[in-house]
């Protein structure tokens, strides 16, 4: 899943895949906006079928955070 994540982000913001690890920062090290995430679960949304509420789109910090929350809830 974490690689999954990598790929739509690299592809949402135009970096490079292997620059992203699990530790990185979804807003300080992407500098990743409101719009941006929601782009960004809206494409993990129609990959995966994981709708991730807008309750828990806050507790997701890093790219990690956001691949355990596709596998806990697939």
């Known amino acids: 899943m974490l ?3 990598k ?4 592809k949402q913001l135009r970096i490079n895949a292997d620059d ?3 530790e990185t920062s979804i ?3 992407l500098g990743v906006d409101s719009l941006d ?3 960004m679960l809206m494409s993990i ?7 991730v509420p ?3 789109i806050m507790n ?7 691949a355990k929350y596709i596998e806990d809830n697939k």
């Open 3 to 5: 690689e999954l994540v």
């Open 7 to 10: 790929e739509i982000l690299s």
């Open 20 to 22: 992203i690890t699990a």
């Open 27 to 29: 807003r300080e090290d």
């Open 37 to 39: 995430v929601v782009e």
């Open 45 to 51: 949304e129609e990959e995966t079928g994981v709708v």
């Open 54 to 56: 807008d309750d828990a």
């Open 60 to 66: 997701l910090k890093t790219v990690g955070d956001v």
